[in-house]
């Protein structure tokens, strides 16, 4: 049996269902960064010995590097569902490929910035500041590792799907872009929020 | 079709730029002094911070052109979530480390602070 509205839309909605599906979820993403943000906001604004916890000793130039790549990552995410919507599977897997380049520097990156951090005894029980940009971080972090799992397996094993139902697999990889694009927009905010202000 | 994608793919490689662009620019930003005033400074942070935002969530995520359904479960989601970012103004903003006003736990007891003589026995 056929799942409906994975491939037509539903003339309720006007959507296909997963993009609705995919929209409240993002939803609720957004209040639980929003309430970690609300209680960053707090913390500072209500601490006055906020300017003494050490923010200013983050790695600023490693952290726009790491800007830099997960927005190139967004882009090459969209271009693999351009080329899929332009029937070149080839092209698909290349972009896509250079997604998860991106999200693995992207970790790489973090990593060493996490262990430079624990090298001079910062950790998030240190101070009110590292607790946030720990949990903040650390909660973002999550959400590229369970990024790189869904598009890894719409590089390998996933893609067998567009042999026999293309625009599903196009669709899903829509999907799995509003996600990632989601992703990139938190780090956004993030990092002026965390790193420069 | 194709001709709609290529118009895509212009888009996108220019969007690519401006947020490369605007990422030097906050950075940039943080560097600056504006006159040591810091709401200045972190507004502009926030602002340039918004426009990228807008500029991925209007182009890569595609709300610049999406079903009415969308807008409308989004405009829930910006509702409640101004009501989040206001909510710690809604209690009283002392300041954590007040101890005058930590209240009662572990069996002790708050302590009530006799203001009395701050308002020149006016009781």
């Known amino acids: 049996m056929k799942i409906p509205y994975n491939e037509e839309l539903r003339p309720d909605t006007g959507l296909y269902n997963a993009k609705l599906g995919i929209w409240l979820f993002l939803a609720s993403e957004v209040m639980l960064f929003g309430g970690l943000f609300s209680a960053y906001i707090m913390l500072r604004l209500s601490d006055p010995n906020w300017a003494n916890y050490g923010q200013t000793a983050l790695n600023i130039p490693l952290a726009t590097l790491n800007t830099a790549v997960l927005i190139t990552s967004s882009v090459t995410m969209v271009m693999s569902w351009v080329a899929l919507k332009m029937n070149d599977i080839k092209k698909y897997s290349m972009y896509m490929g250079l997604t998860l380049l991106c999200s693995f520097g992207f970790l790489v990156i973090k990593y060493i910035e996490y262990t430079a951090k624990f090298d001079h005894g910062l950790y998030p029980s240190t101070n009110n500041f590292l607790a946030v940009y720990f949990t903040i971080t650390g909660l973002h972090g999550l ?22 139902e293309p625009e599903r697999f196009t669709n899903r990889i829509e999907i799995a872009g509003l996600y990632w694009h989601f992703v990139d927009l938190v780090w956004i905010f993030l990092f002026p929020a965390l790193y420069l202000l | 079709m194709s001709n709609d994608m290529k118009h895509h793919i212009k888009v996108y490689r220019n969007v690519f730029f401006a947020l490369l662009i605007l990422t030097g620019a906050t950075v940039g930003a943080s560097y600056f002094d504006f006159g040591g005033i810091t709401w200045i400074a972190v507004s502009v942070g926030l602002a340039i911070a918004a426009l990228k935002g807008y500029l991925v969530a209007a182009n890569f995520m595609h709300l610049n052109n999406e079903r009415r359904f969308i807008y409308i479960t989004l405009s829930f989601t910006v509702l409640f979530f101004i009501v989040l970012f206001f909510m710690p103004t809604l209690w009283h903003n002392d300041v954590l480390i007040s101890p005058d006003h930590i209240p009662a736990q572990n069996g002790e007891v708050y302590k009530q602070v006799d203001h009395s003589h701050d308002h020149g026995g006016h009781h």
């Open chain 1, 143 to 164: 959400h590229i590792i369970g990024g790189i799992i869904v598009n890894g397996y719409f590089f390998g094993p996933g893609k067998k799907m567009w042999n026999s």
